[in-house]
């Protein structure tokens, strides 16, 4: 069975600080991939990044950045100099590669970033 | 490219009515996934079709809860009928087969069961 802890329920910044949102995850396969999505207050659920399990390169995109590990099963996701437009909820999923792949996903973690 | 459209976007009914949400797909893409959203709760799988066909509907309340997808393009989802539990938004989304295709969301039915 696959399982996605979010285990901070809601963080609360000010603009500009740096703010790291973790994801471990439980799997039995040795293929999969994780992902990210952001789901601002308007509610859509929006795509930010994939990552499969054979691919532990960090990465950067402008202020996201994600750290794979799979040593500890950790998919975290750091915003560097936060925006209030970086509140939402943002959600970890994993999904294995191959078969019935169903994907699964954390509880989420509510950002709020004050101006 | 268009996204994934649903409709309505809000309704309020009454325990033991019915209701039916509608989802249209990305063209192209041949999964479609209904998934609920309680408050405060990540999406939860209802059902996941491939082109016509089910292929995971574990966690679907089939008492009360049905879903088609007649001509593996459009989808319907329909409760019948609701309890106050299945108050939430449903979520209806659309990927390329496989496993590493990211899910593209639609916004989502906020149901409201009084």
């Known amino acids: 069975a696959q399982k996605v802890t979010q285990a901070q329920t809601e963080i609360s910044v000010v603009e500009k600080e740096d703010v790291t949102l973790d994801c471990v995850y439980e799997t039995r396969d040795t293929t999969y991939y994780l992902f990210w999505y952001k789901q601002p207050p308007s509610g859509e659920l929006v795509f930010l990044i994939r990552r499969n399990s054979f691919d532990e390169q960090n990465e950067i995109s402008g202020r996201y950045s994600w750290n794979f590990q799979k040593s500890t099963s950790s998919f975290n996701f750091t915003i560097t100099a936060s925006q209030v437009v970086d509140s939402a909820v943002y959600f970890c999923a994993l999904t294995r590669s191959g078969g019935s792949y169903i994907p699964t996903f954390g509880r989420g973690t509510s950002l709020i970033v004050h101006p | 490219e268009a996204g994934v459209a649903q409709s309505p976007r809000y309704k309020i009914i009454e325990k033991r009515q019915s209701v039916a949400f509608w989802c249209n797909p990305i063209?192209?893409?041949?999964?479609l996934y209904w998934y609920q959203q309680i408050l405060g709760q990540g999406p939860k799988l209802l059902i996941q079709?491939?082109?016509?066909?089910?292929?995971?509907d574990s966690q679907l309340p089939k008492d009360r809860f049905s879903a088609e997808r007649l001509k593996g393009v459009d989808s319907t989802l329909k409760i019948q009928p609701a309890k106050l539990e299945d108050s939430a938004v449903y979520l209806c989304a659309s990927s390329f087969p496989g496993g590493g295709s990211p899910l593209h969301f639609g916004n989502g039915t906020r149901l409201t069961v009084t």
């Open positions: 079709f491939q082109n016509n066909g089910v292929v995971d």
């Open positions: 063209s192209g893409h041949a999964t």
